[in-house]
C-alpha cells in the first residue's frame, strides 16, 4: 500500500508552492486506493504561528485534500523522538554538543578564512559529556558517497565532502527536521516521501541518518520549485505567492485551482488542460513531474477558473454568487441576479469580479462618467464622432425602443435596423448606447444588456445621457 504525508509547518499561511506538494502526494495516494496523511511539523517553536494549524487544515479541506490520518503534531511526540536519539548515543552515533554560540562561530569563522565550508565533523569534541536536558545532541556523521534514485530527478550521486555532522535535538528538547522527520516516517510507514527542491541538498545527511538508524529509505520523489510569472527566480510573496485561502475568499472553485496546481510542472503527455479531479487520479505519475522549475501563470488560473464557471449551471452559480454581489444588488430580486448571472457568466472568470462587471445594473451612471467617457471613447471610431451625431443616435436609439417588448431578440432586430438607417457602424452607434446605459468602458453583450435592465431603466438613462451631451 502506498502511504504519503504532507508535513508542513505551522509558520504562516499555506501557499501554491506547498498545496502543490500536498496535491501531488495526494493524487499519488488515491490512484493506489493508498493512505494519505497529515503531520504538523511544529518543532521550530521560534517561528511557530499559532492559527497556522488551523489555516492549513481549512485549506487542504476547502480543496478537497482529505487526510486519512491525522494531523499528527510532532511536538506531542517528543518521547519518541527521545527515544531514537539515544539509540544513537547507545551506538555512538550522536553526542552532546556543549560548545557555546562564541566557540561555535569561531569555528565558522575559521572556516571561511580558509574558504572551506563548515564541516563540524571535523571539530568533534573529543571527550563529549553525557547528554543532558538543555543540551543539544549532533548527530555523528560516517561521511562516503551515495548514489539514490530520485522519482522526478533520476538517478543522483554525491561526495563524502556533502555529509556532516548535524544537530538532531535543540537544547529546548525539541527535534530538528532532519532527525524528526526520518523518524515519523518510518513509524508512520511512509513509502513515499514528496518534497521541495529545498532538501535536495540534505538527502545525501538524511541517507546517512538512515543506515545509522537501520531503517530503509523510503521512495524519494523531488519536486522542483514554482517559480515566480518571469519564469527566473522561486515564487515567494513578494512576487505573488498568495495565502491559499486568498483565492477563495476572490471566489475562484476549488476544482480549478486544483486543475492549475496539478498542471503546474506536470502534464500527461498530452496537449489536454482542463481535468476532472478523477482524471487526474487516473492519469498522475511521478515520471511525468518535469525536472525544471514551472512558472506560476496567474493569467492562466484566471483562465481556467473561467472555464469551470462557464460549466456551471446557473443555478449553481447563483448560490456560489451570494456574498460576491455589490453593495447596491442588496434590494434586488433573486430573479434579477438570476438574468443577469445568465448574461455574464461567459466573462466571468472568478467570483470577485461580480460587482465590477455587474455594479452599472444596480447603480445609474454619473453624468460625470458618461461625460468623460464621451469624451475619451475607448471605442476608436466613436472617438472621431461629434457631439451632435452622437445626441442624434441618442435620441433616434430612444425612438426605436419606443414600441420594443425589451425581448432580447426584438432589441436586435430593431438596433440592427436602426444601424441601416444611419448608416454607421456597429463599432459607433453601439458604443454611444453602452456608455448611455451601463457608464462603462466595456460590458456583457449589449442587446441582452438592454434587455435585462428593462425599458423603464433604459429609457430614463438614454434621455439623462442625451440632456448631458446636449448641455
Not at 469580479?353 to 462618467?369: A, I, Q, R
Amino acid at each position: 500500500m502506498i502511504r504519503t504525508r504532507f508535513a508542513p509547518s505551522p509558520t504562516g499561511f499555506l501557499h501554491v508552492g506547498g498545496v502543490r506538494t500536498a496535491l501531488f502526494a495526494w493524487l499519488l495516494a488515491k490512484q493506489s486506493n493508498g493512505q494519505f496523511i497529515l503531520r504538523i511539523e511544529d518543532t521550530d517553536r521560534s517561528r511557530h504561528v499559532e492559527e497556522s494549524e488551523k489555516h492549513i487544515m481549512e485549506s487542504l479541506s476547502w480543496l478537497g485534500l482529505k487526510w486519512d490520518e491525522g494531523p499528527y503534531r510532532q511536538s506531542e511526540r517528543l518521547d519518541i523522538y527521545k527515544q531514537w536519539a539515544q539509540k544513537l548515543i547507545d551506538a555512538g552515533r550522536a553526542y552532546a554538543d556543549a560548545r557555546t554560540p562564541d566557540e561555535l562561530d569561531k569555528i565558522r569563522k575559521s572556516s571561511a578564512a580558509r574558504k572551506k565550508p563548515v564541516l563540524f565533523r571535523d571539530y568533534r569534541p573529543d571527550n563529549p559529556p553525557d547528554w543532558q536536558p538543555g543540551m543539544p545532541l549532533r548527530f555523528k556523521s560516517e561521511p562516503k558517497k551515495y548514489k539514490w534514485h530520485d522519482e522526478v530527478m533520476g538517478d543522483l550521486s554525491t561526495g563524502p565532502e556533502v555529509v556532516d555532522d548535524f544537530i538532531i535535538v535543540k537544547s529546548d528538547g525539541f527535534p530538528t527536521y532532519n532527525f524528526a522527520h526520518i523518524v515519523d516516517d518510518h513509524l508512520m510507514k511512509v513509502t513515499h516521501v514528496i518534497r521541495s527542491q529545498e532538501f535536495l541538498p540534505s538527502v545525501p545527511k538524511f541517507l546517512n541518518l538512515y543506515e545509522a538508524l537501520g531503517l530503509d529509505s523510503p521512495a524519494l520523489a523531488t519536486l522542483p520549485y514554482v517559480m515566480a510569472e518571469g519564469g527566473n527566480k522561486k515564487l515567494s510573496k513578494r512576487d505573488g505567492a498568495k495565502d491559499v485561502l486568498d483565492y477563495k475568499n476572490e471566489g475562484f472553485l476549488p476544482e480549478a485551482l486544483i486543475n492549475f496546481l496539478a498542471t503546474l510542472g506536470w502534464n500527461d503527455g498530452t496537449e489536454q488542460e482542463i481535468f476532472s479531479v478523477d482524471e487526474l487520479i487516473s492519469k498522475f505519475s511521478l515520471d511525468r513531474v518535469q525536472k525544471g522549475g514551472a512558472r506560476f501563470d496567474e493569467h492562466r488560473l484566471s483562465w481556467m477558473d473561467g472555464h469551470y464557471i462557464r460549466d456551471l449551471k446557473t443555478t449553481e452559480l447563483s448560490v456560489l454568487a451570494q456574498n460576491y454581489w455589490p453593495d447596491a444588488a442588496k434590494q434586488a430580486s433573486p430573479e434579477y441576479k438570476q438574468a443577469i448571472l445568465e448574461l455574464i457568466q461567459e466573462r466571468l472568470k472568478y467570483l470577485a469580479e461580480l460587482p465590477g462587471l455587474t455594479g452599472f445594473f444596480f447603480e445609474e451612471p454619473t453624468d460625470d462618467n458618461v461625460r468623460e467617457l464621451y469624451a475619451n471613447p475607448v471605442d476608436k471610431q466613436l472617438k472621431n464622432i461629434d457631439m451632435p451625431i452622437i445626441a442624434n443616435m441618442l435620441r433616434s436609439s430612444m425612438k426605436t425602443l419606443e414600441s420594443s417588448n425589451f425581448n432580447r431578440d426584438d432589441i436586435a432586430e430593431r438596433l440592427n435596423g436602426l444601424l441601416r438607417q444611419l448608416q454607421t457602424k456597429p463599432g459607433i452607434l453601439f458604443a454611444a448606447i453602452r456608455i448611455a446605459v451601463t457608464g462603462t468602458k466595456s460590458s456583457p453583450e449589449l442587446f441582452g444588456t438592454i434587455s435585462v435592465l428593462g425599458k423603464e431603466k433604459v429609457t430614463k438613462r438614454l434621455s439623462k445621457a442625451l440632456a448631458t451631451l446636449e448641455k
